[in-house]
Antibody, heavy 122, light 107 residues
Framework: QVQLVQSGAEVKKPGASVKVSCKAS????????MHWVRQAPGQGLEWMGR????????NYAQKFQGRVTMTRDTSISTAYMELSRLRSDDTAVYYC???????????????WGQGTLVTVSS | DIQMTQSPSSLSASVGDRVTITCRAS??????LAWFQQKPGKAPKSLIY???SLQSGVPSKFSGSGSGTDFTLTISSLQPEDFATYYC?????????FGQGTRLEIK
């Protein structure tokens, strides 16, 4: 069965960086996009960007351009999201979510990771 | 960016009830709309894509409809496990955007 297992909770100081991992299993890792979506405490869902694990190509939401980097290691079926210059309002649960490489479904998130809480506090 | 507006923001209902949640897009999105269920402390779970297609494994008590700018999610015969927050999401235009959520509570 499809599983996306994320790394554990992190506590960071303002200005630091955080790198969250998402290990995929139960499907062909390079056959699906991996997206990242975040959710601030008590708030809604916000799309951050995506990576094509096959090519390594990325697209980032304008809000995060210059601060976010998404990478992958196909040898271990793992995607990564690194967010730099952290601020207190980056405190959120960060989710990875899979989407088909198929045109018109490439932004439909069919399976999600369990989430990683990142707390930014001095 | 396309704005997605859900109504109501919260809803109280009883076990056995049938409820409908509405999602409106700020511009036409054809049928490129998904619905998700999220329980406290858990990741969202996909329910419906293409406005009305049920995701594999999702019970038929969930149904979706709509096209263009107006969409609905209907849940029939509510059970305790259905009380959660529901989100719509458009994937017609880049970037993908979500509604603010509808919290379904037990009356």
């Amino acid at each position: 069965q499809v599983q996306l297992v994320q790394s554990g909770a992190e506590v960071k100081k303002p200005g630091a960086s955080v790198k969250v991992s998402c290990k995929a299993s139960g499907y062909t890792f390079t056959g699906y996009y991996m997206h990242w979506v975040r959710q601030a405490p008590g708030q809604g869902l916000e799309w951050m960007g995506r990576i094509n694990p096959n090519s390594g190509g990325t697209n980032y939401a304008q809000k995060f351009q210059g601060r976010v980097t998404m990478t992958r290691d196909t040898s271990i079926s793992t995607a990564y999201m690194e967010l730099s210059r952290l601020r207190s309002d980056d405190t959120a649960v960060y989710y990875c979510a899979r989407a088909p490489l198929t045109l018109l479904l490439e932004f439909f998130f069919d399976y999600w990771g369990q989430g990683t809480l990142v707390t930014v506090s001095s | 960016d396309i704005q997605m507006t859900q109504s109501p923001s919260s809803l109280s209902a009883s076990v056995g009830d049938r409820v409908t949640i509405t999602c409106r897009a700020s511009q036409g999105i054809s049928n490129y709309l998904a619905w998700f269920q999220q329980k406290p402390g858990k990741a969202p779970k996909s329910l419906i894509y293409a406005a009305s297609s049920l995701q594999s494994g999702v019970p038929s008590k969930f149904s979706g409809s709509g096209s263009g700018t107006d969409f609905t999610l209907t849940i029939s015969s509510l059970q305790p496990e259905d009380f959660a927050t529901y989100y719509c999401q458009q994937y017609n235009s880049y970037p993908p955007t979500f509604g603010q959520g509808t919290r379904l509570e037990i009356k």
